[in-house]
């Protein structure tokens, strides 16, 4: 997953994730706050230049990764611009509505900077730095379990689900519609069965380890989290009142 | 279908968040009952979790020649029952937002109301109806998966209406134009995504019908579909 890759190599590694999940917050809303499509876009864009050359994000990786939102959002705002409307003989007609351009601008910029705020978390930050942040904002500890064993169980169903395919392939089960259908079916039943016999052994060795409590596993340290808080902090409620007042 | 970051007005991805909220403390209280019972499953729930995110990375060929991913809320919902759906689509959900930018965190709870809650109420709803009708076990099991598919992509429709309206037409029109889009992709997909977890639960209770027995819906009676 490319994000993971981004999220383990940057600058921003060894800065405290509530700090990181501060400013993301502070902009998405300023994002939702932004009085002009222009403001948001340029929200967007100095998120997109802070991520990459703050944080020290490849910009590559940020344009790979933002690419499929940013096509379905193309493909979004075009379904926006067609009007619906009665042809007068009791059917439908289907026409263009210029008048909407204002209004998908706003959506289409609101979006794209709301995107630079959820990429600028999800590129510097490992998804355990977040869950251990949620840990802190006591979130209930049955969801902090089943997202810990979902995070380190769906690299071992990705691995899974690869080799499988691959022996599929390679015995000709995907050349018809009809046939992958089937290999996808047996695929999937072939993975379900392993959910039953992962958990069944992850449980035997939980309860051999005395393990009937809440999955716990140890957070890297962060330095100067207080420090590096109070600055995002800062900068989010400094963001926030300037996006606010760009337009008024 | 999720709806991307940001792509809600802020008064409506609030609402949705909002709406959603109950459905999620319910469930957790829902699955907290249930592991004090049979603590076994608090593993098996983490791991499906694991096997949705995986699942919806599937190519589905689909009968117009388009392709797109499962979403999985049938067979979830057959599985592990509706109201562990909610909090296990929450986490599948936050997690495909986090590691994929995929759907958003603003709207969050929208995505969670039509895949978590609609979608896998409307498949457990319409399974228990076939089967008190005492209609075949594929014939349900289809139906479920179809429709919770459906259900889905028409409370995304009615979402999308709801927040932007048609400058003519209004909500209507604009529920007519989204519902229209998205049928021409989501039906065909969805008839495959039936057959699909027709072949799924086949499967499974050829090779794992003693574990099949112990879930709340496809555990009541023969599960050969």
């Not at chain 1, 379905?72 to 705002?77: D, Q």
Request: hydrophobic share 55%.
């Amino acid at each position: 997953m490319l994000i993971e890759q981004a999220a383990y190599a940057n600058r921003w590694r060894r800065v405290a994730p509530a700090a990181k999940a501060c400013l993301a917050l502070a902009a998405l809303i300023s994002a939702g706050l932004a009085p002009t499509p222009a403001t948001a876009a340029g929200l967007a864009a100095g998120l997109m230049l802070l991520t990459c050359f703050g944080a020290g994000v490849p910009f590559g990786l940020f344009v790979r990764v933002a690419a499929p939102a940013t096509g379905f959002l193309a493909l979004s705002s075009l379904s926006l611009l067609v009007s619906l409307s009665g042809d007068g003989a009791g059917g439908l007609a289907w026409q263009a509505a210029p008048e909407a351009v204002p209004r998908i601008a706003a959506v289409a910029a609101r979006s794209l900077a709301s995107l630079a705020a959820l990429l600028m978390l999800v590129l510097t930050t490992p998804l355990p730095d977040l869950i251990g942040l949620l840990r802190r904002l006591h979130l209930p500890e049955i969801m902090l379990d089943l997202m810990v064993l979902c995070y380190r169980m769906l690299f071992v169903f990705s691995e899974a689900l690869h080799d499988t395919l691959t022996a599929q392939q390679g015995r000709l089960g995907y050349s018809t519609a009809r046939r992958s259908l089937r290999s996808l079916g047996l695929l999937a039943a072939n993975l379900a069965v392993q959910v039953w016999q992962r958990a069944q052994g992850l449980h035997l060795a939980a309860m051999a380890r005395n393990g009937d409590g809440p999955l716990r596993f140890l957070s890297p340290d962060f330095t100067h989290a207080t420090r590096d808080t109070v600055v995002a902090a800062l900068t989010g409620g400094a963001l926030i009142v300037v996006t606010a007042r760009l337009g008024a | 279908m999720h709806i991307m970051e940001g792509f809600l007005p802020p008064a409506h991805a609030l609402g949705w968040t909002l709406a959603a909220a109950p459905f999620v403390v319910w469930g957790v209280k829902s699955i907290s009952r249930r592991l004090k019972e049979q603590p076994e499953q608090r593993m098996l729930l983490g791991v499906a979790a694991a096997f949705s995110f995986v699942l919806s990375a599937l190519k589905l060929p689909s009968v117009t020649g388009s392709c797109s991913h499962p979403t999985g809320v049938g067979l979830g919902a057959l599985l592990f029952g509706p109201a562990a759906m909610v909090p296990v689509g929450l986490v599948v959900l936050l997690f495909q937002a986090l590691l994929l930018a995929h759907g958003g965190l603003t709207t969050l709870g929208a995505n969670l109301f039509s895949m978590a809650i609609v979608g896998p109420f409307v498949a457990a709803g319409v399974f228990r109806l076939g089967r008190r009708l005492a209609l075949p076990l594929a014939g349900c099991v289809f139906a479920a998966a179809c429709l919770g598919d459906l259900a889905t992509y028409l409370t995304t429709a009615i979402q999308l209406a709801w927040a932007f309206p048609d400058p003519a037409g209004g909500f209507v029109a604009s529920l007519v134009k989204f519902g229209g889009i998205f049928a021409i992709t989501q039906i065909p997909l969805a008839i495959s995504e039936g057959l699909l977890t027709v072949l799924v639960v086949n499967a499974l209770s050829r090779f794992n019908a003693e574990e099949l027995k112990g879930m709340p819906l496809l555990g009541q009676g023969e599960v050969r579909a």
